[in-house]
């Protein structure tokens, strides 16, 4: 059963279709990123599961039981992370982390110890009495984090919780998150970062205009869009006397020169490289670099959605 | 449960904020005192410059000391004179050292009133002191007509006109109605009241700064991502804005009874109008809280009106100096309301029903406050 699963989901706000009919699902134990350029209705998407908009279409189940904003058992099942920090800043660690207990329902002794718990995990025990205020970006993206843990959660929800850190304090999220999913945790993560979304998910959804554009493991999104990959091919002189050769090679599907630069199109680079460089070989030119391009997320989600990621 | 969480979480940040301690603790008691001091139990001072064993110099001083609402100095010129420039007296009035000599001759005698530029006190020093010199020259004006008859000592003569009675014009002054000071009513508890009204307001009200972060911040939706309910969080923070408000209250009830003796009246019904009046406070930081776009913004407007309205319903410049058009704006704020309801407790010592009007007036304020705050900051949760 999965964790978490998203049925024909909508959402108008007047006459604007903000989310449209999207579906997918989570896994037990798998990490799955919602990608999409701002406006594309990742947040209300992730307000609809977090149960705090209502949804004007569509269902959503949470470990198999229909969710709403008032539902308040599979409320207690979602850890959530905003983006913003957010959190009482005048406040200590240890203070917002048993305020937050209390709301998912801990008793105060129960409280206080989760809220220790939870800082050992997040690495704040040392500064646990030190306001928000004082801490650093990375320390309070920790404590953003480690409130979302607080009530044991069955999903995780992230909502890009490396803006704005370091890359230490970046690795140390991206490495606690996949500590998180080893224990079986499901993990709903949004980001900007695409090596991030490589790094970490099992499964990636590019929402686009309010639709689910495609969905899949990386190798599945690349398949679909059936991109191609590129080989990049340096020469020491004019490359335009091997550009008739170079077409007439199996699975080359474009060659294209500009100056001294061969650009040829594959579906797989890596088997036809040896033919490439025999070719050029034979028409003796000269291969100063050779550069073999694998089509990537970021490739992917610029087709689908025309824009970069972080546009 | 959740709804006392949330307010207690914020009774604390308020109360264990440094700069809270002064502000919500150590002012308001500090304004009841200076207010205090301002109502006024000291008397004004009036330095006199008056020769020593004068027979008729004398008579005027035991006039001017007669006089219980104000203190007479007898001290030097110059000492006068920097007691004038420097506050210490509100006037000064100086007998010159011939007096004896120019009464008995019949002569006219010149006392120089001295005054600092601006002291309100002085123009009523003035008038006092000039009714007092106005009787004691009627009586040396006519011991000096009597010269013209009799062949007598000065002395003498003013004796006669002393004790002569003589039938004249007089005012006989009544007063009608009660008095809006009673006599005996100490200052402090004509000061309390109202600050306990502005700072109840203040205090509440600047708390819809707190409501503004934690929209801005993302921390209301994430309260409401966890299992509780919009209604418990909206509650919850409701309750945390009257708590602060009925702290602030008691600590300025308690405080000044304790400190300055501040007789509050009927405790059933200064609990009433306490309660209610906090209501109306938490309401309007609710309200504030939800409409405000940035923190810049909230603090402004809750100083803003905390102060227009304090001011406007009697809590900086007494309700009972206000007249006209602006005496009937007064009661378009609740503090107007508990202003009068609190001068009925506290001045006259009335019970639940003499202030009932007020009480149902301040409850509207209330309901209403609060139903237009929990509308709209039930809206700002849910999105």
Known sequence: MPVLEVRGVSKRYGKNLVVDDVSFIIEEGETYGLLGPNGAGKSTTIGMIIGILQRDAGTIRIDGAEHSVTNSRTKALIGFAPQEIAVYKDLSARDNLRFFARLYGLSGARARAKADEVLEMVGLSDH?????????????????????????????????????VDPQSRNSILESVQALTRGGLSVLYTTHYMEEAERLCDRVGIIESGRLRAEGTQRELVAQVGEDDTVLVTLGGPADKALDRLRALDRVSEVSADGTRIRLLTEDARGVLPSVLRTLTEEDMDIRSVEVQEPDLEAVFLRLTGKGLRE | ?????????????????????????????????????????????????????????????????????????????????????????????????????????????????????????AVDMGIWVRSVVAQESSLLSTAQVTGTVRDEDFGERLERAEETEVAGVRVDSVTTGESAFPEGISSHSLAAPPLLLLYTFITALTTCLGIVQSRRSGVLRRMYATPTSAGAIVFGEA?????????????????????????????????????????????????????????????????????????????????????????ELAYATPHAWGYDAFSTLVRDQGSVGDVATNLVVLLGFAVALMGLGVWRFRSAVTG
């Open chain 1, 128 to 164: 646990a009495g030190e306001a928000v205020s004082t801490f650093s970006g990375g320390m309070a993206r920790r404590v953003n984090i480690g409130l979302s843990l607080l009530n044991d959660p069955k999903l995780l929800i992230l909502d890009e919780p490396t803006v704005g």
């Open chain 2, 1 to 121: 449960m959740r709804p006392v969480v949330i307010s207690a979480l914020h009774v604390r940040r308020v109360f264990r904020d440094r700069t809270n301690i002064f502000f919500v603790i150590l002012l308001p008691f500090l304004m009841v005192f200076m207010m205090g001091l301002m109502y006024g139990e000291s008397r004004p001072v009036l330095g006199l410059v008056a020769p020593q064993g004068s027979e008729f110099g004398d008579r005027l001083v035991e006039a001017l000391e007669e006089e219980e609402r104000i203190d007479v100095l007898r001290v030097e010129d110059d000492r006068m004179r920097d007691l004038v420039e420097s506050g210490d007296a509100h006037a000064g009035l100086v007998v010159p050292d011939d007096y004896d000599a120019r009464v008995s001759e019949g002569g006219r005698v010149e006392l120089e009133f001295v005054t600092r530029s601006g002291d309100a006190s």
């Open chain 2, 239 to 327: 309750l945390g804005r009257f708590l602060i408000a009925l702290v602030q209250a008691l600590l300025i009830l308690v405080g000044s009874a304790l400190l300055f003796g501040v007789d509050w009246g009927d405790p059933l019904a200064t609990t009433l109008v306490t309660t209610v009046f906090c209501m109306v406070s938490a309401g309007a930081a609710l309200l504030l809280g939800s409409l405000a776009r940035t923190e810049g913004g909230a603090l402004a407007a809750a100083v803003g009106i905390s102060l227009g309205a304090g001011a406007l319903g009697g809590t900086m410049v007494p309700l009972e100096s206000f007249e006209g058009t602006m005496a």
